[in-house]
């Protein structure tokens, strides 16, 4: 794995689904620090995690001189020699996007986020072009606003040239969340001015204002298929590579006015552009904050709601019907989640996610309800 995603949220999700398809099938799970461990191992195949080209390129490199075919968990593998995978097609993504959009009357569009070595973020770019081209609409280097000196940079670049446009598609929900906060403090209104959507369907994304639209990723069944890719590879070594394709699906929210797609249809199936492993200071807060709310059960959840409020610890004991003590304890747990040191700076965290506690209250439920 790269080492500059094993925090991130799709790891997670992704890993965790490997993890399960593995126990199922009986699998043990090992990890290689080099391509040369796993060659040691006798494997003959190898799943990578990571979407950065360079360190794709230089790992898948080193498998094939040891004979060790790679198995891609995040990149596109018709990009790389050789390689296999589970994939969502992100072509297809962005295009349904693109068409969405249009359908439903925005038409000067823009594309954010994208980080110039991440392969997956490229691919989007280039689909966002060739779906405008499609629509019969024009679009340029101009149009596109990358993340090379953050997300934030990127997004007030955007907000700087707001009249130019109408709506904003994002390559991942990290960026849409950011541009929608930064939106309302630069006085663009979301929907009405600018339409925004993201991809990842990260769970940060329905607690903001207005609640992001965005491109649910099966990262969990990504997970699952890339141990039947392995295992096929594993028992068929006259099979130089494979690809299995997990479907999409557009979820519209708030930021494009709850809008369906047109005519109600399903979009053609077609997943997670993992984040870039570049890093700055607001993404890293929107991603630790969505691994906290991942690991979060119920009470957790209604713990976070009563912090949002501004409730006592006390208070928030006494409407959950558990111990002070429990609370205190498990509120340690959610400082550690956030990075934080204190209440205080749980709830300044908090508010800079625009945490909204009834949001987190309908997560608690439905986490007891096992959805």
Known sequence: AD????????????????????????????????????????????VLFGADAPWVRETTAALHALGVRSVLAGAQPDAFYGASGAVVDRRMLMEDTVRYFVANGRKKLACLGGEPTNINDAIRIA????????????????????????????????????????????????????????????????????????????????????????????????GRKTVGVWQHLERTPD??????????????????????????????????????????????????????????????????????????????AAELFVALGTVNYRAKKLYRAMGVQCRRELEEALSRQQADPDALDEMARETEEGK
């Not at 997004?155 to 130019?164: D, F, I, P, S, V």
């Open 127 to 222: 689909a966002f072009h060739s779906a405008m081209r499609a629509c019969g609409l024009a679009s340029g280097e101009s149009d596109v606003f990358t993340a090379e000196k953050g997300i934030d940079a990127c997004a007030l670049a955007l907000l700087e040239n707001a009249r130019r446009y109408d709506g904003a598609l994002c390559v991942n929900d990290q960026t849409a969340v950011r541009l929608i906060a930064l939106a309302r403090e630069k006085g663009v209104h979301v929907p009405e001015d600018l339409f925004v959507s993201g991809s990842g369907n990260l769970l940060v994304g329905r607690l903001c204002h207005p609640t992001l639209t965005t491109i649910d990723l099966d990262y969990y069944q990504m």
């Open 239 to 316: 099979v130089t590579a494979m690809t299995v394709t997990i479907p999409h699906r557009l979820i519209p929210r708030g930021s494009t006015a709850f809008l369906p797609p047109a005519d109600g249809a399903v979009f053609p199936t077609g997943a997670s552009a993992p984040q870039s492993a570049a890093r700055d200071a607001a993404r890293e807060q929107v991603e630790q904050f969505e691994n906290c709310l991942f690991r979060c059960d119920a009470l957790d959840l209604r713990i976070l709601a009563g912090i949002a409020r501004g409730h006592s610890m006390e208070t928030i």
């Open 3 to 46: 080492p500059a995603y094993e925090t991130s949220s799709w790891f997670a999700r992704c890993f965790a689904g490997l993890r399960a398809e593995a126990a199922r099938c009986d699998f043990l799970v090992t990890k290689a620090d080099s391509p040369a461990k796993a060659r040691e191992g006798g494997a003959r195949a190898c």
